[in-house]
C-alpha cells in the first residue's frame, strides 16, 4: 500500500529544499483546492524511503526528478504498466496538481512525493534500486550565483550511480545549450555512466511514455523552435561504494 500523505503542509523553511540554494516555487498553482487522494505524498522534513512508497509487487521502478504538472510521468503510467513511477517535486502546487491528474486516470503505478530529488536520490532510495531516472528541462538557474542549484553538479553521477541498478539509465533532456553543455561534460566525463545514443533512438522510436516525451516545458519549447537535446546515459557496471 502506498503510505498515506504525510503530516501537515511543508513547514517555511525546510532545510531539504535548500541544498545548494533554495530550489524554486512556482507561486501560479498553490491553492491545493484539487484532490490528489493517495497519489501524493508531501515529504517535509522527514520524507519515507522509496521502499515505503512502492508497493510490493513492483520489481521495476524509475523515478522523475522535477516532473512539474507531470505530463511525462502520467504517459509512463500508461506506457510501463508495471513498473512504478515516482516523481520527486519541489514545489508543492505543481505535484498536487499532478498527482490529482494520476488520479484521475485511476492507475496506480505511480505517485508524486514533494521533496529535493537529489537528496532523496542520496538518503532515501536503497542502491540500485531504480531501473531508470528521468530529468527533463530541468531548471537551468542562468545567473552565475545560482548555478549550486542546478541538480547536474559535480557530485550527481556519483548520486545517480549509487541509485541505479548497472545498466539501468539516466534519461535528459533540455533546450538550454549552456546547461547541456554541462551535462554533458559532467555525465560523460564520469567513469560510472556511458552515452547510449542507440538507446536514445529507441526510446524515442517506442513513443509517448518511454522516455523524454510528452512534457509541458518540452511543447512549449517545439512550438517556440527551440533545438532540443536528449540523452541516455546508461550506469556502467561495477563495484558499488
Ligand atoms: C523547468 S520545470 C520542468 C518541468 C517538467 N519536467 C517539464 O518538462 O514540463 C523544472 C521543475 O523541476 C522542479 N525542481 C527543480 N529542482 C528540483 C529538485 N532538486 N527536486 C525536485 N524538483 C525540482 C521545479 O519545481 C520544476 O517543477
Not at 168 to 194: H, K, P, W
Not at 201 to 207: A, F, T
Not at 213 to 219: A, C, G, I, L, S
Amino acid at each position: 500500500m502506498l503510505a498515506p500523505l504525510m503530516s501537515s503542509p511543508q513547514p517555511q523553511h525546510n532545510p531539504r529544499m535548500s541544498q545548494g540554494g533554495k530550489l524554486s516555487f512556482r507561486s501560479r498553482v498553490q491553492d491545493l483546492e484539487d484532490d490528489p487522494g493517495d497519489r501524493l505524498v508531501i515529504g517535509g522534513d522527514d520524507p519515507p524511503n522509496l521502499d515505503e512508497l512502492v508497493p510490493d509487487h513492483f520489481d521495476e521502478v524509475e523515478i522523475e526528478v522535477g516532473p512539474g504538472k507531470g505530463a511525462y510521468l502520467i504517459a509512463a503510467t500508461e506506457a510501463k504498466p508495471d513498473t512504478f513511477l515516482l516523481g520527486i517535486e519541489a514545489a508543492m502546487g505543481y505535484a498536487s496538481l499532478a498527482a490529482t491528474r494520476l488520479k484521475e486516470t485511476g492507475r496506480a503505478n505511480g505517485a508524486f512525493l514533494v521533496d529535493n530529488g537529489k537528496l532523496f536520490l542520496r538518503d532515501r532510495v536503497a542502491a540500485g534500486a531504480l531501473a531508470a531516472v528521468h530529468v527533463y528541462f530541468p531548471d537551468p538557474w542562468p545567473k552565475r550565483r545560482h548555478r549550486g542549484r542546478r541538480f547536474f553538479t559535480e557530485d550527481v553521477p556519483g548520486t545517480l550511480a549509487r541509485a541505479i541498478r548497472d545498466d539501468g539509465y539516466c534519461l535528459i533532456a533540455t533546450d538550454n545549450a549552456g546547461y547541456a553543455g554541462q551535462i554533458a561534460r559532467v555525465m560523460g566525463n564520469s567513469d560510472l555512466f556511458e552515452r547510449d545514443e542507440d538507446e536514445e533512438q529507441r526510446r524515442i522510436e517506442l513513443g509517448p511514455g518511454h522516455a523524454f516525451t510528452p512534457t509541458n516545458f518540452e511543447r512549449k519549447y517545439i512550438e517556440q523552435g527551440r533545438i532540443i537535446r536528449r540523452y541516455a546515459f546508461r550506469r556502467l557496471p561495477d563495484e558499488r561504494s
